[in-house]
């Protein structure tokens, strides 16, 4: 089961929307995947997807979260469970409201990726990495580098797994692979008349 006690650091840093961050960019982007966080941003936002309390939670069952906003619904769907509604509020800073917790995207390339950081009621921080496709070594490493940089501990970082965007992407392939390979153009071309 999972243990929240040994992966809380405490507060952290002062958490403050990045100036720099393209809002419209943002609004423009029709999904966004969670790989990659602290774990206890991922143990908690496991625990209020389930509904259960963390310590009911196996660590193989945070591993393979999927986690995926969809902005075009405002649906949220993770861990195998069916989607819920989840909507993006924002309070006059434009930090992330959920519940009395707000999220800070403090840093972003305004094109692939945005880090931002939570600061729970009970005093806690954490942080999660928001991507728009599949986490790549570099995005990964300059998330590394923000966490070191706030302060965050990075031996609690935890990569979970974004399979939907995978078979997603495998299908595509194959959907393209099939259609070009079968097409009466292609058929025609590669069955020389002799």
């Not at 902005?71 to 989607?83: I, M």
């Not at 009621?121 to 999660?128: A, E, F």
């Not at 965007?165 to 259609?179: A, G, H, N, W, Y």
Request: glycine share 6%.
């Amino acid at each position: 089961m999972l243990d929240e006690d040994s992966v809380k650091e405490g507060k952290v840093c002062e958490p403050k929307v990045w100036d720099g961050f393209d809002w419209d960019w943002f609004r423009s982007v029709p999904t966004w995947h969670l790989p990659f966080w602290s774990k206890l941003d991922l143990y908690r936002t496991a625990a209020a997807l389930k509904e259960r309390p963390i310590s009911a939670i196996k660590e193989s069952e945070v591993l393979n979260a999927n986690v995926i906003w969809d902005a075009k619904t405002s649906k949220l769907s993770g861990f195998g469970l069916p989607e819920i509604d989840n909507p993006l509020d924002f309070d006059e800073e434009k930090r992330l409201i959920f519940g009395e917790d707000r999220h800070s995207y403090m840093f972003s390339d305004n094109k692939s990726y945005i880090f931002g950081v939570t600061a729970w009621t009970d005093g806690q921080q954490s942080w999660g990495l928001w991507t728009t496709g599949p986490l790549t070594p570099e995005i990964r490493e300059k998330a590394l580098g923000h966490a070191k940089q706030l302060g965050f501990n990075q031996n609690f970082a935890i990569e979970s797994s974004n399979a939907n965007f995978v078979k997603l992407l495998i299908d595509t392939i194959f959907r393209f692979q099939f259609v070009s390979y079968f097409s009466p153009i292609s058929c025609f071309q590669n069955n020389k008349i002799k």
